[in-house]
C-alpha cells in the first residue's frame, strides 16, 4: 500500500513539476529583447526636418567684377564631358609629354574651396562652381585660361557643409550663356561675357527635389538655347529651360517618383531621333528632345536602378547605352531598338563588379569600339586597375597589379588616354586596345581626391584636387 | 707549485662537479622556460585590420558564441555620411532606420542624426557577432573606419586560436598585452 501511495506522490510531483515547466515555458516570451527596426529611429525628434526649412536663397545676388575680361579665343571644353559629350579631346594639338623628372609643366595654379566641382572652358575663359567657405556662398568664378587670373564671380549665400567635398558640378557654357547647378540643386543662368545674372530656379523649392547624397553632382546641358535638368521633382523629372528668360518649355513629368542622381543627361540619336538619356534613382529613361514630342518618354526601364548613380550613361554605337555605377551595383548594356512607331529597350547583358567593366564615380570611355574605365574597389582582382573592354562585355586588357588608380578622371587626346589618381599623380598610356603601354607620369597636384574631371582646350590641361586647380601647357617642351 | 695544487681530481670530486653543472644547466633551463612562458602569457591575439578580407569566419570559429571579434569604430576617419555602405544595404533605396535598409544581421550599429548632413554611426557591442559586414562595406566604398578587433574583455586567449587557424588572409597575430589592440586612424583611437 505504501509503494503506492508512494509511487502516485512520485507521478503527482513529476507531473506537476512537468505543468510547472511547461507553464514556465509558455510565459517566457521569446521576442522580448526584440526591438523594432522603423524608419527615423536615428532622428525622433524630425530635427533634420526642422533644419531643412532655410532661408530663401538669393541666387545671382553677389556679384565681383575682379579684372579686365581677355580677347576671346576659339576652342571649347563647354561642359561636362567636352564639347561631344565623350571626354575626348577633338583639338589637333601635338600634346609633348617629355617632361623633365618629375617637373610638371604647370602653367599657374590656384586655391579653390573644397570639392569636385571641375572646369569648363569657353573663348578663353575658365568657368567653374566653387563654394566660398568665408562668405559662405556658392560662387560662379571665371577665370583667363592663359594665365589663371580671375575675371568675375556670381553667386549667393548658401550655408552648407562640407561631406565629402562641397561643389561637384561643371557649367554648361554657349557663347551667350552660362548656366550651373550648384550643391544644394540651384540653378544659375548668367551671361558668359558680363557674368550679369539671368535667371536662377531652386529645384528642391519649386520642384521638390531631394538634394542627393554628397549634394548635387549632375552637370546642366545646354542644347539649342534651353537649359535641360533633371529635377527628379515631385512632378518634374527632366526639363527644358529657355535661356534667355528662364521660363520652362517643356517638361517631362515623374508618375514613378524618380529622385534626382549624381548622373548627367546624355544625349544621343536613335534611328534619326534624337533623345536625352538620363539616369536617375529609380530607373532610366529616353526623352524626345525635338519636334512636337519634346519632353515625351520615348522609352524607359526600371531594371537599371541603383541608389547611388555617380557615372552617367555612355552612349556607344547603334542605338547601345551602358549604364554602371558603383557601391556594388556593377553595370548594365542596353541596346535601344525601333517598335513600331516607338522604341524599346533591349537589355543585352548585366555584370556585377567582378564580372565585368564598371566604374563607380567617373563615366567610363567609349574609344576604338572600346571601353575603358578604372575599376572600383569591389572588383576582385582588377580592383583600381585601369582596364579595356569590348562592347561585348569581354576584357582585352588590364593595366595589371603594379598600375593601380582610384577616383580620378580620364579623358583622351592626341591619341592617348591622360588618367590622374586620386593623389594628384597624372599618368599618361597610349590608347591603345592592345595593350597598357605608359608612357610619361609625374605628379601634378599635391592634394587628395583629385577626382574633379579634366578639361583640355589648345593643350591647357584643368585638373584638380580637393583644394586646388592646376593649369598644366601640355604643348610645352622641356629641353 | 705545491703538491696540493697539482693533484688530480679524484672520482668523488669530478662526480659533484658533475652534479653542480647538472643542477645549474636545469636551473638555467627551468628559468628561461618561465621566462618563454611568461613573454608568451604577455601577449594576446589580435586582428590585423589592414590583412583582414572580411570573411565572415571570426564569426562561426572562435570558441565563444557570439564570437570574441567585435567591429570597433576610428570616428576620426568617418565620413559621417547619410548613405553610409557600412550601414545600408547597397540596394537600399532610402537612407534611413528601416529594417530592409540596414546592412546588419543584428543592429548592432545605431545611426543618430548630428546636423545636416551628418549622422553618427556607433557599435552596440552586445548585439555585434563580429560577422563584418559592415566593414566590407565600409571599406569598399567609405573610409574604413569600420574595422574588426578581437576585444580582450570577453577573448579566453587560447593558445591555438581556432579563428586564427581559420584565417584565410593570416590575419591574426599575436601582440602585446599592453598594447592589445591594432587601431585605425590618426589618433589611433576607435571606440566599440
Known amino acids: ?150 575675371i568675375w564671380r556670381r553667386g549667393y549665400n548658401l550655408s552648407i557643409k562640407r561631406n565629402h567635398g562641397m561643389s561637384r558640378t561643371i557649367p554648361a557654357i554657349t557663347d551667350r550663356y552660362v548656366v550651373t547647378i550648384g ?26 527635389t531631394k538634394v542627393p547624397g554628397w ?37 517631362t513629368p515623374n508618375p514613378g517618383g524618380w529622385q534626382m542622381s549624381h548622373a548627367s543627361i546624355m544625349p544621343m540619336t536613335v534611328a534619326g531621333t534624337r533623345m536625352y538619356v538620363y539616369t536617375a534613382v529609380g530607373g532610366a529613361v529616353g526623352i524626345a528632345a525635338e519636334g512636337e514630342s519634346r519632353g515625351k518618354i520615348l522609352w524607359k526601364t526600371t531594371e537599371w536602378a541603383p541608389s547611388v548613380i555617380a557615372p552617367s550613361p555612355v552612349i556607344l554605337d547603334d542605338g547601345k547605352i551602358l549604364f554602371t555605377a558603383g557601391y556594388a551595383a556593377g553595370s548594365m ?20 563588379p567582378k564580372e565585368g567593366l564598371c566604374s563607380e564615380q567617373q563615366s567610363p570611355l567609349y574609344y576604338k569600339k572600346c571601353l575603358f574605365s578604372v575599376m572600383p574597389k569591389d572588383a576582385g582582382p582588377l580592383r583600381k586597375q585601369f582596364v579595356c573592354y569590348d562592347a561585348d562585355g569581354e576584357l582585352v586588357w588590364a593595366s595589371g597589379k603594379e598600375h593601380r588608380f582610384g577616383l580620378g578622371p580620364y579623358i583622351v587626346a592626341d591619341d592617348k588616354i591622360l588618367i590622374l589618381d586620386d593623389d594628384g599623380v597624372l599618368t ?52 | 707549485m705545491s703538491e696540493a695544487n697539482t693533484k688530480k681530481p679524484s672520482r668523488r670530486d669530478f662526480n659533484r662537479g658533475l652534479m653542480r653543472g647538472a643542477g645549474l644547466l636545469a636551473i638555467v633551463g627551468v628559468t628561461a622556460g618561465m621566462g618563454r612562458r611568461m613573454r608568451k602569457d604577455n601577449t594576446v591575439w589580435q586582428l590585423d585590420p589592414d590583412k583582414c578580407v572580411q570573411c565572415g569566419r571570426c564569426a562561426t570559429e572562435c570558441v565563444l558564441n557570439p564570437s570574441a571579434v567585435k567591429c570597433v569604430h576610428a570616428y576620426d576617419i568617418c565620413g559621417y555620411c547619410d548613405l553610409c555602405a557600412g550601414y545600408h544595404q547597397p540596394s537600399a533605396k532610402v537612407t534611413d532606420t528601416a529594417a530592409e535598409n540596414q546592412l546588419c544581421p543584428t543592429a548592432a550599429i545605431k545611426r543618430t542624426y548630428i546636423e545636416d548632413p551628418y549622422y553618427e554611426y556607433a557599435i552596440e557591442e552586445s548585439l555585434c557577432v563580429g560577422c563584418g559586414k559592415c566593414v566590407k562595406g565600409c571599406g569598399a566604398f567609405g573610409n574604413g573606419s569600420l574595422f574588426l578587433q578581437v576585444r580582450h574583455d570577453r ?22 598585452a599592453e598594447q592589445p589592440y591594432i587601431l585605425k586612424g590618426q589618433s589611433g583611437e576607435a571606440r566599440a
Request: proline share 4%.
Open chain 2, 155 to 176: 577573448c579566453v586567449n587560447c593558445n591555438d586560436c581556432s579563428i586564427a587557424r581559420a584565417c584565410p588572409a593570416n590575419a591574426f597575430r599575436r601582440v602585446s
Open chain 1, 215 to 251: 549634394y548635387a553632382g549632375q552637370c546642366p546641358l545646354i542644347d539649342d538655347g534651353l537649359a535641360i535638368l533633371a529635377p527628379g521633382g515631385s512632378n518634374t523629372l527632366v526639363m527644358a529651360v529657355d535661356c534667355e528668360i528662364g521660363k520652362v518649355v517643356w517638361s
Open chain 1, 1 to 150: 500500500m505504501k509503494e503506492r501511495i508512494a509511487a502516485i506522490l512520485v507521478s503527482l510531483a513529476a507531473a506537476g513539476a512537468a505543468v510547472y515547466a511547461i507553464s514556465w515555458w509558455l510565459a517566457q516570451d521569446p521576442s522580448r529583447q526584440l526591438g523594432q527596426r522603423v524608419p527615423y529611429m536615428d532622428d525622433p525628434d524630425g530635427r533634420k526636418a526642422i533644419a531643412a526649412q532655410q532661408d530663401v536663397t538669393k541666387i545671382g545676388s553677389i556679384f565681383e567684377q575682379i579684372n579686365p575680361a581677355p580677347t576671346r579665343t576659339s576652342s571649347s571644353w563647354p561642359r561636362f564631358k567636352g564639347a561631344s559629350y565623350d571626354n575626348i579631346s577633338a583639338g589637333s594639338v601635338t600634346l609633348s609629354f617629355d617632361w623633365k623628372e618629375g617637373e610638371a609643366p604647370i602653367a599657374w595654379s590656384l586655391d579653390l574651396g573644397e570639392g569636385h566641382a571641375a572646369a569648363a572652358v569657353h573663348m578663353g575663359r575658365v568657368f567653374i562652381m566653387d563654394y566660398d567657405e568665408e562668405k559662405k556662398a556658392d560662387m560662379l568664378r571665371c577665370f583667363n585660361l592663359y594665365d589663371g587670373k580671375e
Open chain 1, 333 to 352: 548594356m542596353i541596346k535601344i531598338v525601333t517598335s513600331g512607331s516607338g522604341f524599346d529597350v533591349e537589355p543585352l547583358y548585366t555584370k556585377n
Open chain 1, 428 to 479: 599618361v598610356i597610349k590608347a591603345s586596345t592592345r595593350g597598357y603601354e605608359q608612357l610619361a607620369q609625374v605628379r601634378i597636384l599635391e592634394g587628395h581626391d583629385s577626382w574633379g574631371p579634366l578639361a583640355l582646350v589648345n593643350g591647357m590641361l584643368l585638373a584638380r584636387d580637393s583644394k586646388r586647380m592646376v593649369c598644366l601647357d601640355l604643348t610645352r617642351r622641356d629641353e
Open chain 1, 183 to 208: 550643391p544644394k540643386c540651384h540653378v544659375m543662368c548668367v551671361d558668359t561675357d558680363t557674368g550679369d545674372f539671368r535667371w536662377g530656379i531652386d529645384m528642391v523649392a519649386e520642384y521638390g
